[in-house]
């Protein structure tokens, strides 16, 4: 049994403990929250023991043996580092900070400490994506010349959203522009030979960008993400025999394969709301003293900092932490 704390109670953690009850192995101890009131709300509503008003008293307690970091973007280097160096495993939600320096660090600070380490990308996890992985592995579209993947959204509340603050690491590239990257990184393995976006910039925030990634191989991948426009969540993965359709990728539970018009729909199920898979992956890793998954090594976690970090360069993003 591995016994689970989450940091920072905010709205992506509810899903969390809603889909940590699903999984046999691991139990949901605590919370903490430099807001006790809000922490005690949480624990209220989803039955955890133990509330923390303050992130370095559950780094303390010895009874937390991995924790789940939900904090925003900004806060994702303290905090991993602060559970790490107090010999917690750390599931740190996506991304796992803003840029690569801050991986690498982050990266040092969990092999320093002998601790498990893996970013909460949940996608790559999913049962239909696992599936879709094969598939092309296995042939059947024959050699992957060009894949499309689309994550937009219209922020309802834009004068009060985080993702239009600059200061609070805002914008679509990272919010949910990492999802497409990762995505891609799923099925065109060459190396990458050119980095191309287009964006539109204000307040130092990238509202829509939409990425254009050449390989070695000739292969190209399309990539866009936004917070002022809507757009279906869809992807296409095209190969030389046929193409993989998905409506939704980001949360596939279902995807299509077109074989010279001969379509076949293939439906695989997650276990709950999506956070299962990546959640037993980790406790898996946890308990057979692994510290790093092999379906999300940290390194491949870095590889798409490293692609964010190029793109925000060409397109003028620049936090004011980048330097940390």
């Not at 789940?68 to 599931?91: D, E, G, M, R």
């Not at 037993?280 to 964010?308: F, H, R, W, Y």
């Amino acid at each position: 049994m591995v016994t689970w704390g989450i940091v920072g109670p905010g709205k992506i953690a509810n899903k969390f403990a809603k889909c940590i009850k699903n999984v046999e192995g691991a139990c949901l101890l605590g919370v903490a929250s430099r807001n006790k009131e809000k922490g005690e709300e949480f624990a209220n509503k989803y039955g955890v023991q133990r509330v923390f008003g303050s992130y370095e008293e559950m780094a303390k307690d010895n009874d937390i043996q991995a924790v789940y970091i939900a904090t925003p973007h900004p806060f994702h280097l303290s905090c991993t580092q602060l559970f790490l160096k107090n010999k917690k495993h750390v599931l740190c939600e996506k991304p796992l900070c803003v840029n690569e320096k801050q991986a690498e660090k982050i990266k040092e600070c969990a092999k320093e400490n002998n601790v498990f380490l893996m970013e909460a990308m949940w996608t790559r996890f999913l049962p239909a994506i696992k599936e879709a992985v094969k598939m092309v592995k296995d042939g059947v579209i024959g050699d992957v010349l060009s894949l499309e993947a689309d994550f937009c959204y219209r922020s309802q509340n834009p004068e009060l959203s985080k993702v239009y603050k600059n200061e609070m690491a805002g914008g679509g590239l990272l919010d949910v522009g990492v999802y497409g990257l990762h995505f891609a990184s799923l099925f065109l393995v060459d190396k990458v030979k050119s980095i191309e976006p287009c964006a539109n910039v204000e307040n130092g925030v990238d509202l829509h960008t939409v990425v254009n990634i050449k390989y070695e191989n000739g292969a190209i991948a399309t990539i866009s993400s936004a917070i002022n426009i809507n757009k279906p969540a869809s992807a296409y993965i095209y190969g030389t025999k046929g193409y993989i359709y998905f409506p939704c990728f980001f949360g596939a539970q279902d995807f299509y394969v077109d074989i010279n018009g001969q379509r076949e729909h293939i439906v695989k199920n997650s276990l709950g709301e999506g956070f299962e898979e990546e959640i037993i992956e980790a406790c898996t890793c946890i308990e057979n003293g692994k510290t790093e998954s092999d379906i999300l090594p940290v390194d491949e976690t870095i590889t798409i900092l490293t692609q964010m970090d190029t793109i925000r360069e060409i397109i003028g993003v620049k936090y004011p932490f980048d330097e940390e």
